[in-house]
Structures are given as C-alpha cells and as structure tokens.
C-alpha cells in the first residue's frame, strides 16, 4: 500500500483499494445471462477494447447502474471509482470493492490521493479502469462538464483513454429509484479512443488536460446525443442549477483527419 493509501487506513483497510478480482469475473458470469434476460443491450465499439493491456474506459453517468451494467458486459475485469458514501452501509461495505469499486472521498485534494494511487496500480497492472468525468450523477439526464483526473491518468500512465456513452439506463432506474424496472433497452457505445500519450512532452500542463477532457466530453456527446452543460454536475438535483449551454471544440475532425493522413 503506498503511503498516501496509508491516510484512509482509519476509514478503510487496505484491501478495499486492490480493484477488481476473480469475485466480479465470477458474477459476471453468472449475473449477465440474468441482465441480458431482464433488458436489451445493444452493444457497439466493444472490439476496441485490448484484450491485454491497460485503458480507461470514461462513460457518461445517468444512472446507478451505468458500472453495473459496463462491469457487466466487458470482456475482462474492470475497476471503478465510486464514492466513499457506499462504504458506510454494511450492505455495499464488503460487495463494492469486492466487485472492484475504488472508494473516493469527493471532497476531493488530499482526501482523494489513496483512490487516484489504487487506479495508477490497476492501470500498471495492465488492466481496465473506469472513471466518470462527470464526477456524479446527472440528474436531470444532461451531460455536464469533465473534470481532468482521466485525462491527467492516461497522460502519466501512457494509456488509451476510451470515450463511453451510455443511453437507456436513467430510463431503467432514474436517480432517486430504490430498484431497476425489468425491461426496456441499454445502449453502450465505445468510441475511438483518444491517444493521451501524445501530450505527455507537456507534463501536467492545465490546458493539455482541460483539451484531452474537452476532446472526451466532445466524443461522449457524440455518442449519447445528450445535451452538453457547461458546468460541473453537483450532487444536488439540476433542476436548481443554473447553467450555461455550450458547444464543446470540435477536436475530433481534426484527430480523425490526422489519423486517417498518417495511415495514408
């Protein structure tokens, strides 16, 4: 455990912060034929994943079951940041981090160094990590503006960063909804993934990482249709925010363009 996972060892042991073991490839086996049975997925993009190696996987966040249903349906293991809150209920304190929830404190600066560090060895273990960029839930069903901690991971660690938008799921379970309704239709779409490792010569650049994020917000939107604020979701409900609509710079055409010109 690094040291600055030594900070939560009042709050949390050690082991809550090891990611995602055989545990949740053994639900996944005996919970998807059940998922699959209950609603309809329709799955695209999927093939991009690496079958070996690290990569993050960044979706949109609607609904509780957004990393259920991801966890779900990949092709390997895959870790997720959560919120420390889920830690204290013995009914989740165990099972999360069990099926690879990392807590975070979203306070935010030092309270959140032990989830950052526990990604960073997910991530040089070679394996799937997912993070919103939203940083919460939207509750009003709008995309909302992304925080770099995604952005700035991929550029230390030189991995893919893959946008993931997610439809249907706010429909299946909306926010404040104790259980999922049976039926109804998910959509999950990987977009192309977004090579951060080519502004690693600028460090930890602010701007770098507000562009990289800019450009993952962007490929998100793309994929979900969804409205685009730009603002930071909060934790209290939208519908009290206000907050500005905005274009998001369009890096996209210009990535695909010099990607399509260098494989000429």
């Known amino acids: ?54 990569a993050i996987l960044a979706p949109n966040h609607i609904s509780f079951l957004d990393s259920a249903f991801l966890m779900l349906l990949a092709p390997r293991n895959i870790s ?14 165990w099972f999360f ?12 600066g030092e309270k959140s160094h032990a989830a950052l560090d526990a990604a960073e060895r997910v991530l040089q273990r070679g394996e799937l990590f997912g993070i919103f960029p939203e940083g919460t ?27 993931v938008g997610i439809v249907g799921t706010r429909d299946i379970q909306p926010p404040d909804a104790a259980l999922p309704r049976l039926g109804g ?7 192309r993934p977004i090579e951060a490792a080519r502004y690693a010569a600028r460090g930890n650049d602010p701007m770098m ?4 994020t800019d450009e993952l917000m ?3 939107r793309e994929l979900t249709g969804q409205e685009y604020r730009n ?11 206000v907050a500005e609509t905005a274009e998001i710079p369009r890096f996209s055409d210009e990535r695909i363009a010099s990607a399509e010109s260098s494989h000429a």
């Open 209 to 212: 990482l507000r562009e990289i």
């Open 218 to 220: 962007f490929e998100i």
């Open 1 to 54: 455990m690094t040291n600055s996972g030594a900070t939560h060892a009042k709050q949390f042991p050690d082991w809550v912060f090891n990611g995602a073991t055989q545990f949740q490839a053994r639900l996944r086996t005996t919970l998807q034929p059940l998922a699959r049975f209950a609603w309809k997925f329709e799955l695209d993009g999927f093939g991009r994943l690496p079958k070996h190696g690290a």
């Open 185 to 191: 239709t998910v959509r999950i779409s990987i977009g």
């Open 137 to 163: 839930r939207s509750r009003d069903g709008m995309l909302y503006k992304g925080h770099t901690g995604a952005a700035r991971l991929a550029v230390k660690l030189g991995c893919p960063l893959f946008p």
């Open 80 to 93: 997720f940041i959560g919120k420390s809150e889920y830690m204290d209920s013995w009914k989740t304190r």
């Open 231 to 241: 603002t930071y979701a909060t934790k209290k409900r939208t519908e009290t925010i």
């Open 97 to 108: 981090p069990k099926v690879g929830m990392i807590p975070v404190d979203r306070a935010g």
